[in-house]
């Protein structure tokens, strides 16, 4: 079965970074778009970067441009998150997704991939 795995979270201060990692362990997704995803406590899970296929383009929610870089490696099968600068207000469980769908409307089109989350708490 298409599993998708996320790792790297954890307690940090704020200022600091992280890196998420999302691996595809069964090689389910090599051809699909792949996003970071993001719910808070009380709030709706929303979306915050995704990568292309081939890793050759992105697209970020607007909060997080210049801090966040979502990356792809293909061969390792795995997307990464890189999170720089990070501020309280990024303290949420974070979610990878996957979708047939083209990467840049993964905002808008629910993707039927998840992976189960890891949780990122920023400390001020």
């Known amino acids: 079965q298409a599993q998708l795995v996320e790792s790297g979270g954890g307690l940090v201060q704020a200022g600091a970074s992280l890196r998420l990692s999302c691996t595809d362990s069964?090689?389910?997704?090599?051809?699909?778009?792949m996003g970071w995803f993001r719910q808070a406590p009380g709030k709706e899970r929303e979306f915050v970067a995704s990568v292309s296929w081939d890793g050759e383009r992105q697209y970020y929610v607007d909060s997080v441009k210049g801090r966040f870089t979502v990356s792809r490696d293909t061969a390792e099968n795995t997307v990464y998150l890189q999170m720089n600068s990070l501020k309280p207000e990024d303290t949420a469980v974070y979610y990878c997704?996957?979708?047939?769908?083209?990467?840049?409307?993964?905002?808008?089109?629910?993707?039927?991939?998840w992976g189960q989350g890891t949780q990122v708490t920023v400390s001020s």
């Open positions: 069964h090689r389910a997704f090599s051809h699909y778009a």
């Open positions: 997704a996957a979708t047939p769908a083209p990467h840049q409307t993964m905002g808008s089109v629910k993707s039927p991939y």
